[in-house]
């Protein structure tokens, strides 16, 4: 579904359409009853009206500020509370693409003109030489949203991002004393399995097992667990980076 917004920075004003950039890859499965293999139904009922199902025409958005008291919001009452800089996208600040942590980085859009195409270019552009990306908040839906516009090639990107309060703090980790020799060991093997980084190397490969059980069990076939290597589990932390290491490496290391 492509939404209709604006981008301005500035006194540049730019009409936009955003598209979503990522698909849900699932696979579909319904909640089934297993004795009668009959469909599991949800229904939406009013507590009050002795558990009456309630049409979706009839549902509306209610807060409680007291017990069994509700103020009731619309969504004419939610565009009111926007102002002309709510429904655009407005650049506040440019930072260094590379300062934005990829803990924050929520959901994808492709961003395209939709007139005023020298603007969006010269916009686009100008944020791929300098390595740049533009800051903005907007309202989508009835939620204030943080965005990071950014240039990805030819391409304007547009990623909504998490507020630092909704990130968990991590965890402390005490830093485990280490040897010289198991550094250089691990900095080895890490240099070993390096590489050009290519995304369509990376299959769902669960997923297609997933489909040709549907199929085999469709045809009336069983399911078999594939038969799986027995893997030696190494205790020693040098032993195991030994083992890891090819011999050509292991020699090389061996010399240095």
């Known amino acids: 579904m492509a939404m209709k917004l604006a981008i301005s920075f500035g006194l540049v004003y730019i009409p936009v359409v955003l598209t979503v950039a990522v698909k849900n890859n699932d696979i579909g499965f319904n909640m089934i009853d ?11 009922t009013c507590v009050d009206c002795d558990e009456k199902e309630v049409k979706n025409e009839d549902i509306v958005r209610g807060y409680q500020y007291e017990k069994g008291k ?15 800089k709510d429904k655009s996208i ?12 990829p803990i924050y980085f929520d959901k994808s859009y492709y961003v395209a003109p939709n007139g005023a195409d020298k603007a969006f270019t010269l916009l686009l552009e100008a944020m791929k030489k300098q390595h740049k990306a533009g800051i903005a908040k907007t309202v989508l839906g009835s939620k204030e949203t943080l965005i990071l516009l950014h240039a990805e090639g030819n391409k304007m990107m547009l990623n909504t991002l998490f507020f630092a309060e909704e990130i968990m ?15 250089d060991l691990a900095e080895t093997l890490i240099d070993q399995m390096t590489s050009k980084f290519d995304i369509s190397a990376y299959t769902d490969d669960y997923t297609k097992r997933v489909k040709a059980a549907i199929k085999k069990k469709i045809s009336g076939g069983e399911i078999v667990a594939p038969k799986q290597k027995s893997t030696t589990k190494i205790i020693n932390i040098m032993d195991a980076l030994k083992k890891s290491i090819s011999p ?7 010399k240095r």
């Not at 004419?76 to 926007?82: C, V």
């Not at 407005?90 to 590379?98: C, H, K």
């Not at 050509?248 to 061996?254: I, L, V």
């Open 70 to 84: 509700y103020v009731i919001f619309t969504n004419k009452d939610f565009e009111k509370l926007k102002t002309e």
């Open 90 to 101: 407005s650049i506040e600040q440019f930072v260094d693409l590379a300062e934005v942590d």
């Open 34 to 44: 297993k004795n009668t293999l009959s469909r599991i139904k949800y229904k939406k």
């Open 248 to 254: 050509k490496r292991r020699t090389a290391q061996s």
């Open 169 to 183: 703090a991590a965890p402390e980790i005490k830093p485990a004393k280490l040897e010289k020799k198991e550094l």
